[in-house]
């Protein structure tokens, strides 16, 4: 199966600041590599996702860079605001062929005003 | 963006009894979908695939009779946990893959549903 690592854990930062979340994975198969933001008690939602083909991928403030080779994928936020602050999911497809979900333990982001 | 939901949002129930679940993706069909748990402060574990039309596919360590899943038409998985106790009170969440996005592989997911086993 996949192992997906993420860190930090948690991440404190200055608004305006950027906000870097890194995550790694196990599976050389796997092509599709999800990052979710997850509020309490709310659902996951999909920020920004990168499949395998592509090295980034940019959205306004937020970014995602693959490194196939090295296995390892990031998230970029610029500029943090406050409602920034959530909880980060990165994820990875457990093979090429197989869209199930193997999730990072999660990084708790706290932008401070 | 795609819309999965699900009902019911919360639930108690007593110790021993069957609780219902339901997914539904009210935009799109989803062959798949997928059933997830999640503790309190803790990340998503996958607990099974649901295939319209035949038997999910559990990961290792879920019980399938206790964690019984049904996906009946292209819109609607339901997860049944059965028998349930106090240790099944957790965060239910489902998603969807919506095959109309590039590559087929876009995922959504549910609101989720609290379950509390008292």
């Known amino acids: 199966g996949e192992n997906v690592e993420q860190h930090p854990s948690t991440l404190s930062v200055q608004e305006g600041d950027s906000a870097v979340i890194k995550c790694t994975y196990s599976?050389?198969?796997?092509?599709?590599f999800p990052w979710y933001k997850q509020e309490l008690g709310k659902r996951p939602q999909l920020i920004i996702d990168?499949?395998?083909?592509?090295g980034e991928k940019k959205d306004q403030r937020i970014a995602v860079t693959l490194n196939k080779t090295a296995k390892h994928f990031s998230l970029h936020i610029t500029e943090t605001q406050p409602e920034d602050s959530a909880v980060y999911f990165c994820?990875?497809?457990?093979?090429?062929?197989?869209?199930?979900?193997?999730f990072g333990a999660g990084t708790t982001v706290t932008v401070r005003a | 963006g795609a819309v999965v939901s699900q009902h019911p949002s919360r639930v108690i129930c007593k110790s021993g009894t069957s609780v219902k679940i339901e997914c539904r993706s009210l935009?799109?069909?989803?062959?798949?979908m997928f059933w997830y748990r999640q503790f309190p402060k803790k990340s998503l574990m996958l607990m099974a695939t649901?295939?319209?039309?035949?038997?999910?596919?559990?990961e290792q360590g879920v019980e399938k009779d206790k964690f019984l899943i049904n996906h009946a038409s292209l819109t609607l998985s339901t997860l049944t946990v059965t028998s349930a106790h106090p240790e099944d009170s957790s965060f239910y969440i489902c998603?969807?893959?919506?095959?109309?996005?590039?590559?087929?592989?876009?995922?959504?997911f549910g609101e989720g549903s609290w379950l509390t086993v008292v």
């Open positions: 599976d050389s198969a796997s092509n599709y």
């Open positions: 935009d799109f069909q989803a062959t798949t």
């Open positions: 649901s295939n319209e039309g035949s038997k999910a596919t559990y």
């Open positions: 990168i499949r395998s083909n592509v």
């Open positions: 998603s969807a893959r919506d095959l109309r996005r590039q590559g087929g592989n876009t995922i959504y």
């Open positions: 994820a990875a497809t457990y093979s090429s062929n197989d869209y199930k979900l193997s």
